[in-house]
């Protein structure tokens, strides 16, 4: 894990005191309420529907224990004891006071944490596959280039006040975990005749005008990573729409001009920069990919056999084991999962008392480091097989080993309505509703995997168009209802969802979910996952058993008038 030095821990105590100052300023009526905005949102500070939410950063999802415990006791002496993980990898705090936010960021810099980039018309924070450096279809761990990408673009002078928010993604895999598709720049990294490099692609893109982006560039050498993107950010930043907000994207740039004339004109700037002192030299890749060598791995040449008999006579253990670890590419280990989607509690949410507790088993199990997931769960990366059973009792007792990912109720949910001033609907509620449909584990795992994604607007950050069931708020005539799209979905093979039809009010919603998985089971293939027997059916058996009682009800309803 990158390690900070003085010039980086200098940079974050600098940005603590400025805007220490301008909360001061804004207190004392030296800065307007609008002059004050964009530099709260630039410290990771919103307003919300109750209270302030506070956004930390956490680049390409990594985090250490001591990290974790700052967190933990943040959450509990600033807020109401919990967080919330995000689908960017970002922690929210939904109640803290807005003037003691200098002094929260003065505690996260104790341990190198910070909330630069998490909000604001900038470039966002880097995310990547939560399995990097471990997973057994890795090509190329990507994450000494998502740290160089993060040091880039802190701070960059060019690209603080851009026509909206901008995000990256960087995938190291053979199957995209990082929806790299959806970003306003994705990155694949990939070996060609033995040279590394990256397909790039840009446009992509979920909220109200959701695209999928396109490939500007098929192969581009490694060391030029920073002068490409600096050549299609200054494109963006030259061309993008700056008078209408819902316009202002790269995607609809991209759109407007057709992606072979905007990678003509990215070519155009970048000829500019190509060899300049952008340039990322050998030196400086090894000097930050020093810092994600592989831990102290044991030579591990026989499965346990104390594990071995505990998967045969443990259901329990046995269900974690399949659906919350994952293959390691060291013979002996797994990447285990911990579930923050428990059946009540919403997703993505965890106590500082939970934090202390992840804190602890990373230390014991797993080099004292740990993943956020854009999924919102937490991942232990390196932990031996023959410890997954002590790691399973104690996440157990935390409430963190609930077996599902994967599985239906492995939601995507952003906080929605409850708390978010932008929203729509409510989510969680949603999501509450459906745990408590599917709380029948052996059904679970009958309907097998399968992605819901739950948003409360149109900004999509439940990544509800990538849901194989998307469902969405929205506001009819000042009441919730919502819509539901099917068919979405991540990975190499990413498409949007189809909207089935007219939305349902929230009391429809776990009849509608129901109505789904049977048509489902009714017609799938022996070992056939849900997409894929969607994508054989098509959406019209869903769709005609989801609205074939509301059409006769309706109908029966004009008879009588």
């Keep these: 894990m990158y390690q900070y030095d003085a010039i980086d821990r200098q940079l974050i105590l600098d940005r603590v005191e400025q805007f220490r100052d301008q909360v001061r300023r804004w207190q004392a009526g030296e800065l307007t309420d609008d002059e004050f905005r964009p530099l709260r949102l630039q410290n990771g500070l919103y307003i919300q529907r109750h209270a302030p939410m ?29 967080g919330h993980f995000t689908t960017r990898h970002n922690l929210q705090l939904n109640w803290p006071k807005l003037t ?54 802190t701070f960059h002078p060019e690209f603080a006040f851009l026509p909206r928010k901008f995000k990256i993604a960087i995938s190291g895999t053979e199957e995209d975990r990082a929806v790299t598709w959806f970003h306003d720049i994705g990155l694949h990294l990939k070996v060609v005749d033995g040279v590394t490099g990256f397909t790039v692609i840009v446009g992509g893109g979920l909220g109200r005008t959701p695209i999928r982006g396109q490939v500007v560039r098929e192969f581009l050498p490694w060391q030029h990573i920073l002068s490409y993107c600096e050549a299609i950010l200054r494109v963006y930043n030259r061309f993008g729409r700056r008078d209408n907000a819902y316009k202002a994207r790269i995607k609809i740039l991209v759109q407007a001009l057709g992606v072979e004339e905007f990678g003509k004109l990215v070519e155009a700037e970048w000829a500019h920069a190509k060899d300049g002192p952008a340039t990322i030299t050998q030196a400086e890749y090894d000097r930050v990919a020093a810092h994600f060598g592989a831990p102290a791995y044991e030579t591990i040449t026989a499965v346990d056999a104390a594990y071995q008999a505990k998967i045969a006579e443990e259901k329990a253990f046995a269900r974690w084991v399949e659906r919350n670890t994952q293959p390691h590419k060291v013979p002996g280990y797994a990447a285990v999962t911990l579930s923050l989607k428990p059946h009540g509690v919403a997703p993505g949410d965890i106590t500082s008392d939970q934090m202390e507790v992840v804190a602890d088993l ?97 900004n999509a950050c439940g990544h509800h168009h990538v849901g194989h069931i998307g469902v969405l708020g929205v506001d009819k005539n000042d009441a919730e209802f919502y819509q539901v799209t099917l068919g979405g979905r991540q990975g190499n093979d990413a498409k949007l969802g189809k909207v089935i039809g007219p939305s349902f009010s929230a009391d429809e919603m776990p009849d509608v979910v129901e109505k789904i998985i049977k048509v489902y089971l009714e017609n799938r293939h022996p070992d056939e996952h849900f997409i894929d027997t969607f994508d054989r059916i098509g959406i019209d058996p869903f769709k005609n058993r989801v609205y074939e009682g509301r059409a006769h009800g309706k109908a029966k309803q004009k008879e009588a008038a």
């Design 362 to 458: 990373a230390d014991r199990y797993s080099f004292g480091e740990l993943r956020i997931s854009h999924e919102q769960n937490i991942i232990l990366a390196d932990v031996r097989l023959a410890d997954l059973a002590d790691v399973w009792r104690v996440a157990k007792a935390a409430g963190l080993a609930t077996p599902n990912i994967g599985l239906l109720t492995s939601m995507i949910c952003c906080p929605g309505g409850d708390f978010c001033d932008l929203a729509n609907a409510k989510s969680i509620p949603i999501a509450t509703a459906i745990q408590q449909r599917f709380d029948d584990l052996d059904y679970l795992f009958e309907i097998g995997d399968i992605d819901l994604n739950i948003s409360g607007c149109m």
């Design 54 to 82: 506070f956004r930390i950063a956490v680049p390409y999802g990594m985090l250490n224990s001591a990290q974790l415990r700052k967190l933990a006791h943040v959450a509990r002496k600033y807020d109401r004891g919990y």
């Design 100 to 153: 003691d936010v200098p002094d929260i960021l003065a505690e996260l810099a104790e341990v190198d944490l910070h909330a630069i980039q998490t909000s604001g018309n900038c470039l966002r924070n880097i995310t990547t596959d939560q399995f990097a450096g471990v997973a057994a279809d890795e090509i190329i761990d990507p994450r000494p280039l998502a740290e160089i990408l993060r040091q880039w673009t």
